[in-house]
Every structure is written in C-alpha cells, then in structure tokens.
C-alpha cells in the first residue's frame, strides 16, 4: 500500500500534466479557427467575380472570308468535324460554316491555314449548348447537306462540260 | 468457418470518382476474395483511331481517352507516330513535353493524394490538398490555354510555345507552392488519425508486385523501382533535367502517399531546371510521309506506364492501334491486395490505388 | 525490338524459357486482325534492367484456332486476355466473354468486316 500510494500521485500528477498540454492544444485549435472565421474565402464567388483566364486563351475559331482562298484544308484536318463548306449549286460560291459547339478549339485548322490571318482562334470561350440549339441533329443535317451541294455542283459541271464539248459551236 | 457475405460496391459509389465495379466476398469484417469489373466505360476508341479519323487527328482523340493524363497520352501517341515516319522532333518540343507531363504529374498526384484524405474520413485535408492544386491547373491553363483537354502534343512537336511571364510566373507561384507543400507533406506523414486509416492498410509486397507486374508509384511504395523516365533517354531526356526515382518500402497506402509527395517535388525541380536550360530552336518539325510498319512507345504517366502499339499500312488511317493504360496493368493487383483488410479500409485503399477507368476499358 | 517469332505448341514453353519474374516485365498482350479472319497475337515483355529492349513474342493464326493462356505463367495475364476475347472476338483457353463487353453488345468490334 505504501509503495502504490506515491505511485498512484505520481500517475495522477502525469495525466494532469498531460491534460494541460491537451488543454493548451485545443486552446490553440479553438483560436485558430475563430482566426479563420475572418479569413478570406478560398474559393472564388463565381458568377460574381471572373475566374481566371489567361489572355491567349484558345477560344472560339474567327474566319475572315475576303483572305480565304477556299482550298479546305482546315475542313480536311479538323478532328471533330466542326468546319464544312457548302457551295452553290448555280454559281458555285462557297460558304464556310462552323459550329463552335462541335469545335474542340485544337487549333489544327489555324496551324493548317495556308493564307495567314484568314482563320484565327480568339481567346472568348465557347458558349455552353442548350436543347434550343438542338446542336447534333442541325450541325449533322448542316454538314451532310453541304457534303451533297457540293456533289451535286461537281456533276452539274461535269454535266456541262461534256455538254459543251459534244458541240463546241454553241 | 464464420458465415460469408458478398458485398458489392459500384459501379455507383460514394468513394469511387469512376465507374468500377468490386464483389467483395467477407468473413465478419475481412476481405478474402475480391472480384472486379472494369468495363462500363468501354467507348470503343481504339476503333475509332483506326476507321474514322486520319493519323494526324488520332492524336487529339486519345487525348480525350483520360481527362488527367491527357497530356500524357497524346505525347506517347505522338512518339510512336513519329516512329512510323522515321521524324526527329526539336530538343526545345522535347523539353516543352517534359514540362507540360511534370506540370499533369503535379495536379494528378495532388487530386489523388485528396482523394485517398477524403476516403479516409479526412474532408478538411481533402479541401485543403484541392485548395493547393488549384495553382497548378491555373498554370496549366497559361501553358497549355485549356484548363483539362491540353492538346499540346502534336505528330511532330508542340502546338505552343512558352511565353517568358508565363514560365516566369510559374516559378514564382512554385516560391509560394513550396511551403504549403511542406505542410501537406507534414500532415499527411504525421497526423494520427490519418495514420490510422492509412498505415499498414492495403499492404502490397514487393514479391507480389514483381509477381504481378505492378506499375507507377503503387509498385515504387512497394519497393519495385519501376519508372519509365528512369529507364529510357531516347525520346526524352529525363535525366539530363534532373529526374530521380522515388521508392518506399512499406507498401501500404500510407508509403503510397509519401511517394506521390515526394515525386511532387522531384517534378517542381525538373520544371525548374526546364525553365532555366530551356534551349532556343524550332517548335515542330513536319513530313509529308504517311505512318508505316510497326512500332511500340512508353512513357511514364502520373499512374504509371502507359504503352502504345501502333501499326500503319502507308494511307492516312491506321491499321491498328493498342493503348495500354497504367491503371489496365494494376487492377490484378488491386483485386489481391484487398485480401485480409478490413471492409472499413476499402474506401480508402481504393483511393490509393488512384484507379483510372477511362484509361482502362477505353 | 525484339521480335521472335513463336507457334501456339511452343508458345508456353517459349515464354516460360524466356520470363524471369525478377527481371522481366510483362507489359500486354495484342491481337492485330491482319484480315481474312488471320489474326496476329503478341505478347509484349521489357527488362528492368535493359529497358528499351522491348522484346515481343509474335504469332498468327486463323481465328477459329484456340490461343494458349499464359495465365499459368505469368498470373496478371488473366486481364488483357480477357480483354481481346471480347474485343476481337478470339477464343483463349480458360477465358470467359462479358468482361469489356457486356454479353448483348456488339461482338468482336475490331475485328475487319
């Protein structure tokens, strides 16, 4: 009894000691987080305030029709599909179309571009697509229809050439 | 014999960023079968690159097979493309690729590093760790102009060149990035709650993982120093950059996130010393030849090996083409390595993992 | 790269003369249909310690023939196996369908039509 007497102090001194070092750490805790309730936020408060944009972007594709010299390469190697040329069946103008929908903004076509300065990538973001835009069922209707016009010119000329050579007097 | 009982967890589950499905089968608590599958997410581009796009477009459609490694896939497409066409690329599009890989390393690890915190019951270090990567995507955005989808690798080079603000702010913003690293290193080491979610959970021995032929930082907890950057010079020079392998040797996931920790500041010093040796010179050099023969590539993505057969027959689309992810060559080691821990440990052992199921089943 | 070429007799002979677990990694295993229903099998290994050799054990077959497993050899080959049943529509010993794939899906999508 007399041996576990001081012993049983001397456990009960330790814990305290022990509980005023936890007693410090959470006092410690307590005062960093009411430190914390005045910080700033982390986050952005988004739609607010901008988030971050660097300013060469690579947004949407720009296309400037008095340089393009209509070669359509940028159709050829475009990935996702997103250019097409449509051409007139009667004089046979070209139209170029775009989808920024479909676009995944790789920069392929710009990098592909013979006439510099005729296609450039803006650093403005692409626009989210609603149910109103119906984006696949145009954008595919668009692109098959363009494909056929542009058929459809190529024998309406064959046609006429070989009209024109059976009698070249007319 | 105790009663058995099969619990399933996914394809749907709150600790799993992907589709992945486990059948554990348990006595009381512990695990001593597991079954897997990886195939929900199985989008068929492997035949897409080989029927419906040309060579050159191929390497902006295995970009989008991963979301955080699309830098990796794209570079390794790249190279096995321009070994069909015999091209030698640029030393300054070689050290533009490096950088942009460390630069994915760094927000990849981060990411899993908090989601092994989360699935172990620690949301306030997940918010932490995902505050911290925010710097890293912002700088990817600067470098590359797109926040997830980076394009940066072509057939033949780089797409864009470093700006000098933009290399010049990424090395102030590692200055601030360092500490809050240390800290992060710092809790992830010593927090006691953490430690015990996470020490001794989900042991892989280095045997099983030569065994098993384990890769990326779940074999180097193990002990197995495998790391491509290690290995090869050929095609981009990692050692002249400073590259150092990382191993540990508990293989639990507590060595697993050490691991990615330290990695992290062995990419900060390859970025560094990019930055400061970049060398002048072309971004991409072009040919006009089309892919032919066979050839095979691997690189070192932030899961691991990632390997690329490609075959061309001389036309503008391929004949074949193998992607063969990281996270593909783990999960037979995965499925082992839940054997004898606890139902509880699964979340966060999953986490460890770092699985990508997009990469997997393609 | 090392290309050696093997038959389906001496497949499991071959790789079990050739793998040694501590200093060879088995990367995958491929199939490349060639058409006319021949398919071209390859398994993929790279050394540790001499890593940019890569070398590929390669053979071809009709796609009727049963492809040995190297399952017995090398446990982590269950996967990629499992994988070319279904998606090139192969049959490999002691390999199921439905794993990729799920069973009432297309069969066989990289097979040429």
């Known amino acids: 009894m007399q041996v576990y007497l001081p012993l049983s102090v001397l456990m009960i001194r330790a814990c305290h000691a022990l509980q005023d070092k936890f007693q410090i750490e959470i006092m410690k805790t307590f005062f960093k987080t009411i430190g914390n309730l005045f910080k700033k936020p982390a986050t952005i408060p988004f739609p607010a305030a901008p988030t971050y944009k660097p300013d060469d972007y690579r947004g949407l594709i720009v296309f400037d029709e008095s340089l393009c010299i209509w070669c359509r390469r940028c159709e050829t190697v475009c990935p996702p599909g997103a250019i097409v040329f449509s051409q007139n069946i009667t004089d046979g103008k070209q139209t170029y179309h775009y989808s920024p929908y479909v676009c995944i903004y790789c920069q392929e076509c710009v990098r592909t571009c013979p006439k510099q300065g005729c296609l450039i990538q803006s650093a403005e973001p692409g626009h989210p697509a609603t149910k109103e835009h119906d984006v696949n069922n145009v954008w595919n209707k668009l692109f098959a229809d363009s494909l056929e016009s542009r058929v459809t010119y190529a024998a309406e000329k064959k046609k006429q050439q070989a009209a024109a050579k059976a009698n070249p007097q007319s | 014999?105790?009663?058995?009982?099969?619990?399933?967890?996914?394809?749907?589950?709150?600790?799993?960023?992907?589709?992945?499905?486990?059948?554990?089968?348990?006595?009381?608590?512990?695990?001593?079968?597991?079954?897997?599958?990886?195939?929900?997410?199985?989008?068929?581009?492997?035949?897409?690159?080989?029927?419906?796009?040309?060579?050159?477009?191929?390497?902006?459609?295995?970009?989008?097979?991963?979301?955080?490694?699309?830098?990796?896939?794209?570079?390794?497409?790249?190279?096995?493309?321009?070994?069909?066409?015999?091209?030698?690329?640029?030393?300054?599009?070689?050290?533009?690729?490096?950088?942009?890989?460390?630069?994915?390393?760094?927000?990849?690890?981060?990411?899993?590093?908090?989601?092994?915190?989360?699935?172990?019951?620690?949301?306030?270090?997940?918010?932490?760790?995902?505050?911290?990567?925010?710097?890293?995507?912002?700088?990817?955005?600067?470098?590359?102009?797109?926040?997830?989808?980076?394009?940066?690798?072509?057939?033949?080079?780089?797409?864009?060149?470093?700006?000098?603000?933009?290399?010049?702010?990424?090395?102030?913003?590692?200055?601030?990035?360092?500490?809050?690293?240390?800290?992060?290193?710092?809790?992830?080491?010593?927090?006691?709650?953490?430690?015990?979610?996470?020490?001794?959970?989900?042991?892989?021995?280095?045997?099983?993982?030569?065994?098993?032929?384990?890769?990326?930082?779940?074999?180097?907890?193990?002990?197995?120093?495998?790391?491509?950057?290690?290995?090869?010079?050929?095609?981009?020079?990692?050692?002249?950059?400073?590259?150092?392998?990382?191993?540990?040797?508990?293989?639990?996931?507590?060595?697993?996130?050490?691991?990615?920790?330290?990695?992290?500041?062995?990419?900060?010093?390859?970025?560094?010393?990019?930055?400061?040796?970049?060398?002048?010179?072309?971004?991409?050099?072009?040919?006009?030849?089309?892919?032919?023969?066979?050839?095979?590539?691997?690189?070192?993505?932030?899961?691991?090996?990632?390997?690329?057969?490609?075959?061309?027959?001389?036309?503008?689309v391929l004949e074949r083409l193998k992607i063969k992810a990281p996270t593909f060559s783990n999960i037979p080691a995965m499925v082992e390595t839940f054997t004898n821990n606890e139902y509880a440990s699964v979340p966060a052992i999953i986490g460890s993992y770092d699985p990508c199921l997009s990469c997997t089943s393609r | 790269m090392n290309r050696i070429e093997t038959s389906f007799e001496n497949l499991k002979k071959d790789i079990a003369a050739f793998y040694k677990p501590q200093a060879h990694h088995f990367i995958t295993m491929n199939g490349v249909d060639l058409g006319n229903d021949v398919i071209e099998y390859q398994w993929f290994f790279c050394d540790y310690a001499f890593p940019s050799d890569i070398t590929m054990f390669v053979t071809r077959a009709n796609v009727d023939v049963q492809v040995p497993s190297i399952k017995n050899i090398i446990v982590s080959a269950w996967l990629p196996e499992a994988e070319l049943v279904d998606l090139l529509g192969v049959n490999i010993e002691d390999t199921q369908k439905g794993f990729v794939l799920e069973l009432d899906s297309e069969t066989a999508p990289l097979r040429k039509k």
Not at chain 2, 32 to 56: D, L, M, P, W
């Open chain 2, 1 to 316: 014999m105790s009663t058995q009982y099969n619990i399933p967890v996914g394809a749907q589950h709150i600790s799993l960023l992907e589709p992945l499905h486990f059948k554990f089968t348990t006595e009381n608590e512990k695990i001593i079968k597991t079954e897997a599958n990886v195939g929900y997410v199985h989008r068929g581009i492997e035949q897409a690159c080989c029927s419906k796009f040309k060579f050159r477009q191929v390497s902006f459609v295995v970009g989008r097979v991963c979301g955080l490694c699309s830098i990796s896939h794209t570079t390794c497409y790249s190279q096995v493309a321009e070994k069909l066409l015999k091209l030698d690329i640029p030393k300054r599009a070689k050290y533009l690729r490096m950088l942009v890989i460390e630069l994915d390393r760094i927000h990849s690890h981060l990411l899993c590093l908090s989601h092994v915190a989360e699935n172990s019951g620690f949301e306030a270090l997940f918010m932490k760790t995902m505050r911290h990567r925010e710097f890293s995507m912002e700088l990817l955005e600067a470098v590359c102009g797109n926040r997830i989808q980076y394009d940066f690798s072509i057939i033949g080079g780089v797409a864009r060149d470093l700006r000098t603000d933009v290399a010049q702010s990424i090395l102030d913003k590692f200055k601030i990035f360092r500490p809050q690293l240390d800290e992060l290193v710092d809790i992830y080491k010593t927090n006691w709650s953490l430690s015990l979610k996470n020490k001794g959970i989900g042991v892989l021995s280095k045997e099983d993982a030569i065994r098993l032929n384990v890769v990326g930082p779940f074999a180097r907890a193990s002990g197995l120093g495998v790391d491509v950057r290690n290995e090869t010079e050929e095609l981009l020079p990692w050692k002249e950059v400073g590259f150092e392998i990382i191993t540990d040797t508990a293989g639990d996931v507590h060595a697993r996130n050490m691991v990615r920790l330290k990695e992290i500041y062995v990419s900060m010093k390859i970025i560094e010393n990019i930055i400061n040796g970049l060398p002048e010179g072309d971004l991409i050099s072009d040919t006009k030849a089309f892919p032919e023969g066979e050839a095979v590539n691997r690189i070192e993505a932030p899961r691991g090996e990632l390997f690329y057969y490609a075959k061309g027959n001389k036309t503008q």
